[in-house]
């Protein structure tokens, strides 16, 4: 079945550490996205691609960085330099503006 | 102000009721209108499309938007305990090609009571 798959569900970070989090899909989606979500503040978009080796800043792209070697795949890191990490992230794709967004099933990353 | 507006709730029925769930929008270019519905610690799920104004009608559930008054809406019929999740909307607008942003709203929390 095709989908996106998010890895790890839960991830725990020491401060000052880098962390990768991953996003494959199947769907052959051109377009992938990456959200951050906490409590009362609904999606916030932190990067998104429109097509492989390119991708744009999004709303609270500060202390992070992406990758868009390949079509299926889009890793998030979470750097050293984002002062408040901990929260629920969530990949996801499409293919056009009209048949909105397939979601992965998130990473909950937890700073310690 | 914001270009989506979504009353956050707690929204709080009982078993078999009707629910209106609404969202308000200040970007008259937004052409597609979605609600997701998520579960808690999941990903939000696509649960109603609706491409400019109108209804749509998918078993329990009625999307309406109505693009002059910029609002819409998400009615569940006969809620159930397994609806009780959070649902946001989200919109796009019919911009140029490769731009495929979506706007959501913060959510509504619903809770059914059996």
């Known amino acids: 079945d095709g989908g996106i798959t998010q890895s790890p569900k839960y991830l725990f970070r020491k401060e000052g550490q880098n962390v990768t989090l991953s996003c494959e899909q199947n769907?052959?989606?051109?377009?992938m996205y990456w959200y951050r979500q906490d409590p009362g503040q609904g999606l916030r978009l932190i990067y998104y691609?429109?097509?492989?080796?390119?991708?744009q800043k999004g709303d609270i792209a500060e202390g992070y960085s992406v990758s868009r070697e390949k079509k299926e795949s889009f890793p998030l890191t979470v750097t050293s330099a984002q002062k408040n990490p901990t929260a629920f992230y969530l990949c996801a794709s499409s293919r056009d503006r009209g048949n909105g967004y397939t979601f992965g099933s998130g990473t909950r990353l937890t700073v310690v | 102000q914001k270009e989506v507006e979504q009353d956050p709730g707690p929204l709080s029925v009982p078993e078999g009721a009707i629910v209106s769930l609404n969202c308000t929008y200040s970007n008259s270019a937004f052409q597609y209108f979605m609600w997701y519905r998520q579960y808690s610690r999941k990903g939000p799920e696509l649960l109603m499309y609706t491409y400019s104004s109108g209804n749509k009608e998918d078993g329990r559930f009625t999307a309406q938007v109505d693009k002059s008054s910029k609002y819409i809406s998400l009615f569940i019929r006969d809620s159930q305990p397994s609806d009780s999740a959070t649902y946001l909307c989200a919109m796009s607008a019919h911009s140029g090609a490769g731009s495929y942003q979506l706007t959501f709203g913060k959510g509504t929390k619903l809770s059914v009571i059996p």
């Open positions: 691609s429109q097509i492989v080796n390119d991708f």
């Open positions: 769907l052959n989606h051109d377009a």
